[in-house]
């Protein structure tokens, strides 16, 4: 008789909703167009938030907001959003935070009087956050 139990190896437990499938064989899951339209607009989005900190206050403000509005972003998206988030939470929570720091991002250009360009952004920035919400979700 051997030492070792008969034990059958269980199945892996799925992905939580909302986040990219594990490692299968050595290969990541397959990244879609959305998801680089995505990773984009994060990135103008926080390159917004310093734009709109440094012009848009005077002199030693400036500073504290250029740095801190991208700062504070950047940390709800790890936190909430990310595909490693901090925080496991439901999708709809994912989509609000996702949807906040975009409308941050395209009332910042609407405050530095640029509307069309904040507009522009909400429209694309929420369509790619829809596409890739339900590609998720699916």
Partial sequence: MSDTPNVTPARPAEPAPG???PLTDGKAAPLAATDLIAFVCEIFAFGTLALWGFTMWPFPWNIVAGIGAPVIAILLWALFVSPRAVFAVHPFVRAIVELLVYVSASAAWWSMGNA????????????????AGRRRLS
Avoid: E, N, S, Y
């Fill in 19 to 21: 986040t990219r499938a």
């Fill in 116 to 131: 069309w360009i904040g507009l522009a952004f909400g429209v694309v920035a929420v369509t790619a956050g829809v596409i």
